[in-house]
């Protein structure tokens, strides 16, 4: 394809069956330069056509003539003898029909001195035909090709977790412009129009719902499955189901942008990332076949050059050929990763390369952001100690001061206000003024009131604060919350104690961490020290940082790699980014909702939602032992039969078994990793 006229670069990516071509062409004269690979092209906007049963493919049909002549030949060398004419013109049939593809990739490769499977494979067999070994030969040729066969059909299941993805949002959708409602094709919708969403449909773009309310099933993009309640303002996704209401949706992505597409380019992405396990495969395998060609050279020549019979030398050094194929080897690795990073991605967890992959697998420490990770990030107020007045009353008045402050806590007793039924609104509010670091002051009612820390009281109590008052300041605190005191001049009329909640799954999530082996978990936080601890015990990390600043965070975690080497860093992706890029697996938080998470991180937790990370661990865990496995298992096979050499036992059924085994066991093996469910 890089030779083609108007073509500047062509890159091939395996494991999603891409291939992007920069340059002017079409898919005419690419599906021709394609064509010794009998490739089938279709452009990236069009309609995927349903893919023929694995049964019917036309790969396949050359397999079952194959079969039938080679049992045909099988039932004339019975009757007539195996060196009779007629089974040797039915062997040969069998193998041409069976081999023609192999043949000319073998040939092709061989008159450039490229050695493969193909190479290796083609060599073996015509050595085989040529030493009389008709049956042996043809044998091997249909073998090869069930291997080949099985291993498309592996590679197709391994895709499919991607595809199902790519299925996930309608192709059309019902817009309204104007007056007029019309469907439309979703390349052909713009920024800013509305889309119609009926109860049971799957959404087709991102947007922000203008008018309706329902309940949104979100688990092709975040992997919950529990529906999610949106109404005016939300924010919402293509590829997500529509489970109730009506809903009129404004699109603010274009389709290659919305989050479903950024999900899919970037897992083929990272399935087109060699995982280090295989760089080193590959690096292996092309200093291994041409090994292998020499051998089998040796072991076919030497021995019949000292005695030895010609034929039956040849013979093992052509089984030497079988058995040599890196078949197994090379697609130990690549199916296993493949197979690992879509069922990331079908559980709401990308994982952004095969080497993140292997590196989550090996993790020692896991450290946490506080706000927003471990806790909601959401100040809710707790307590309410009223000593003076109506609470109501007292909690309105705050409300109405607090209303014209910036403060993050202030929405906090505003919501609480609300959820009363109190109408702070209708409050006036007067000579209302800021008192920098300690809180705020306003005329309400011809009152003055202060809403602030316990040292702005302090300071304007004339006798300070009481003892009773003091001890139950302390023991909130004591409990991790903010407190805020309301008052006059004169008086302290209510305490409200404000604090971030803790996510309902933190403290099991690191109790799965630590039963996974995780040596150590550390919360790192800006808050204070007492706040920190309470939250720091109650989730159950090893260890916890407070005071600290961004820059504290990645100082932070650049002692911990050199103490632990492998640390991986939680966080929500925005504030965190230094820590996150310093870690060797940057985790972020929550990536449906921003894109920064998407970018920065290694692995993006598509949900709000932790209880994610052991099952992203466990499958990490299982790729890298699936993958040392495969490995382990496809070398020690070839040993094995390699020396069957020696006693002279080594023939082409034992060198062809030993190689197709050994690979459809390490594809099942690796097909396991699709099993692996978010407990």
């Known amino acids: 394809m890089k030779h083609l006229d108007g073509v500047i670069d062509a890159q091939v990516n395996f494991g999603a069956a891409k291939i992007t071509v920069y340059g002017n062409t079409t898919i005419e004269e690419l599906e021709k330069a394609g064509a010794f690979e009998n490739l089938k092209l279709r452009g990236e906007k069009e309609q995927r056509i349903k893919q023929e049963p694995f049964w019917k493919q036309k790969e396949n049909i050359k397999v079952y003539i194959s079969s039938l002549l080679l049992l045909f030949a099988w039932f004339l060398g019975h009757q007539y003898g195996e060196d009779h004419i007629a089974p040797m013109i039915v062997f040969a049939a ?27 494979m083609t060599i073996a067999i015509i050595g085989a035909a040529l030493i009389g070994e008709w049956s042996e030969g043809a044998t ?26 790519m299925d996930s949002a309608p192709k059309e959708a019902l817009i309204r412009r104007g007056t007029r409602e019309f469907p439309i094709n979703v390349y052909d919708i713009q920024i800013g129009d509305t889309m119609i969403v009926k109860p049971g449909q799957k959404l087709a773009m991102d947007g922000i719902v203008v008018k309706g309310t329902s309940t949104l099933n979100q688990a092709a993009i975040t992997g919950e499955s529990v529906p999610v309640t949106k109404t005016i303002d939300d924010e919402v996704f293509a590829g997500t189901l529509n489970e109730e209401g009506l809903l009129e949706v404004k699109v603010t992505k274009l389709v290659e942008d919305t989050t479903l597409s950024k999900i899919i ?41 000292l005695g030895g019979d010609w034929s039956t030398w040849i013979y093992q050094g052509l089984s030497v050929l079988v058995v040599g194929c ?50 909601k990030g959401i100040p809710v107020v ?83 604060i009481d003892n009773t008052i003091t001890e139950k300041i302390s023991t909130l ?51 204070n020290k007492r706040t920190a601890n309470v939250i720091g015990k109650e989730v159950g990390v090893s260890e916890i940082k407070a005071d600290l600043l961004p820059e504290d965070k990645l100082t932070f975690i650049k002692e911990l790699r050199e103490n632990y080497q492998s640390v991986a860093m939680v966080g929500d992706g925005i504030n965190d980014a230094p820590a996150l890029a310093a870690s060797t697996v940057g985790v972020a938080m929550g990536g449906a ?17 932790l209880s994610k990370l ?39 059924w034992i060198a062809i078994f030993a190689d197709m085994g050994a690979t459809l066991i390490v594809t099942l093996n690796s097909l396991r990793l699709l099993k692996v469910k978010d407990q």
């Open 477 to 527: 605190q004591t409990q991790g919350k903010t407190v805020m005191i309301i008052g006059t001049e004169n008086k302290i009329l209510c305490l409200i104690a404000v604090a971030d909640q803790i996510r309902e799954t933190s403290k099991e999530v690191i109790y799965k961490l630590h039963q996974l082996g995780i040596k150590k978990t550390v919360m790192l936080t800006g808050d």
């Open 382 to 464: 707790t307590d309410i100690v009223t000593f003076d007045g109506n609470e109501n009353e007292v909690l309105a008045i705050t409300a109405a001061i607090e209303k014209g402050s910036q403060h993050p806590l202030a929405s906090a007793i505003m919501k609480k206000a609300e959820a009363n039924g109190l109408n702070f609104n209708d409050i006036a509010v007067e000579e209302l003024q800021s008192l920098t670091g300690k809180g705020i002051k306003a005329r309400v009612k011809n009152e003055m009131y202060y809403v602030g820390s316990p040292n702005l009281f302090k300071e304007i109590l004339p006798d300070g």
């Open 593 to 609: 909702g921003t894109d920064t998470a998407l970018e920065t991180a290694d692995i993006a937790l598509m949900s709000d939602d």
């Open 326 to 375: 890196p078949c197994a080897l090379v697609i130990s690795t690549p199916v296993s990763v493949v197979t690992a990073i879509g069922n990331a991605a079908r559980n709401g967890v990308l994982i952004k390369g095969g080497i993140h992959l292997e590196k989550t697998g090996s993790l020692k420490v896991i450290a946490f952001d506080k706000t927003g990770t471990l806790t």
């Open 614 to 652: 052991p099952f992203t661990m466990n499958l990490s865990r299982k790729a890298l032992g699936t993958i040392k496995q495969n490995i382990a298992f496809s070398l020690v096979v070839k040993a094995l039969a390699l020396l069957l050499v020696v006693p002279g036992w080594l023939t082409l």
């Open 140 to 165: 091997v040729v249909i073998l090869f090709a069930i291997s080949e066969a099985l291993e498309r059909f592996s590679m197709d299941k391994a895709r499919e977790s991607i595809e199902s993805l």
């Open 265 to 305: 380019h970037l897992v083929e992405e990272a399935q087109a990332e060699r995982a280090p396990s295989q760089a080193f495969i590959d690096k292996f395998a092309k200093y291994y076949t041409p090994a292998i060609v020499v051998l089998a050279f040796l072991i076919a020549s030497i021995p019949p050059f």
């Open 94 to 120: 069998s193998i041409l029909i069976g081999g023609y593809t192999l043949f000319r990739k073998g040939l092709k490769n061989l008159s450039k001195f490229q050695f493969d499977m193909s190479t290796l």
